[in-house]
């Protein structure tokens, strides 16, 4: 189980912006994750349960029980949240886990960064997920500590670990009132309808493993009075003896029952915010998120001569990977690499023009990685890469390409020129 809770005060996009950038000036991180965070496991136990929650409600829709209004958001997207799970699991496995960096301080300590940051985000925002937002918070994230490029690009999946662990939670509350209802529903067939144990339709045969069946009592107290209600004059004395004994306690049947409606609604909103992310989620074009907050691509945009932004995507992303791998080989940061093979590209633009070793994946993926290892102060090792030879034709394409496209535009505006009349 996480260490924190996935429920808590709201915090508006400015409240939660700046308690972000003082959470990264906190953090302390260490370059792997604990294998004992591994969220899997937990996330498997979560499924377990909410299926449990699921089947309870169904059958207690079919018996004629009152459902939990917040059950009515699981009933319906059940389906969505098993897909979710299963693509998690298929997605995240341990050792890719462990490559995250995680944190080695404070309470989050041996979590991956990405989980507990995702896991904030969750908890401030009652789980209500939009794209826009997410730029905006890892940016503010950003402004105090530089999050990697692996991270940015899969803090959907924990962001959807978080939401399944809320669900959980909702439907430990769920799962408990509709075992609370039942109760009520037993006491009325014996003492109302006078019904014998074998005439008696419903028992509580369900799994109250780590289920205090008995300690929620606001539950058990509102669906009481609501079915003793029902009764009319015959359930008019077991109301008086609920009355006397919840005033014992310092409450009556009224506060307890608005208390258990507000409860009621907040779970209802707090559940379809979850399933809803989860939806958003699965839609959002994370490409976008991830080009519009990752530092490395602002970096190579830079590009003096223009090459990179122009280049398709798988183009791109070897770029970009270079830079990861050459982080993980040397061990310094992503950021740090992408800037010095900035400084090499500009150099060579201002003093030699040379359009070539101007281009900044010159140094990333060509004969230029020497010089970049040079300024890192870091030994290099040659090796052969097919790729890399693939990447560099297309690379020089793209630079004829943008010089002929340049040389054309220049020529075309001198020949459209209007001439002077000579006297």
Known sequence: MLPFNVNGIVLDKNQLQKYLENLASEHI???????????????????????????????NLKTGVQIHPAGEWLLDNYYIIEETV??????????????FVGIANGEYKGYAR??????????????????????????????????????????????????????????????????QKLKVESLVERFLEKKSKEEQQFKIVYDTKNVDIGGNRYQFIEYLSY?????????????NILEEEVKKQGFTVEEVSKKEHYDIAIKKVSLG???????????????KVFESINGVEEILKQDPVNVYDNMDYTTKEYYRNKVKEISKKIKLSEIYISQKALELANSVYEKEGSVKKAHIGYYLIDNGIEELYNILQIKYKKNNNKVGLYISVISIISLIIAVILSINLIVGATSSRPKLNSF
């Open 227 to 239: 079915k003793l209600k029902k009764y009319g004059r015959q359930g008019i004395p077991y109301l």
């Open 114 to 179: 990405i989980y507990c940051l995702a896991a904030e985000i969750i908890l401030y925002t009652d789980g209500k997920l939009e794209i826009e937002n997410i730029k905006e918070l890892l940016k503010s994230y950003q402004t105090k500590k530089t999050l990697n490029m692996e991270e940015i690009w899969d803090i959907n999946l924990f962001f959807k670990i978080v939401l399944i662990e809320k669900i959980r939670r909702i439907c430990e509350s769920i799962y408990s009132s509709q075992l």
């Open 273 to 287: 915010n979850s399933i809803k992310s989860i939806h958003e989620l699965q839609r959002m074009n994370f490409v």
């Open 86 to 99: 299963k693509g998690i699991i298929k997605e995240l496995p341990l050792k890719k886990y462990r490559n």
């Open 29 to 59: 991180l260490c370059s792997k994750s604990n294998k004992e965070t591994y969220p899997i496991p937990r996330l498997k136990d979560n499924f377990s349960y909410i299926t449990k929650t699921y089947d309870i409600l169904n059958v």
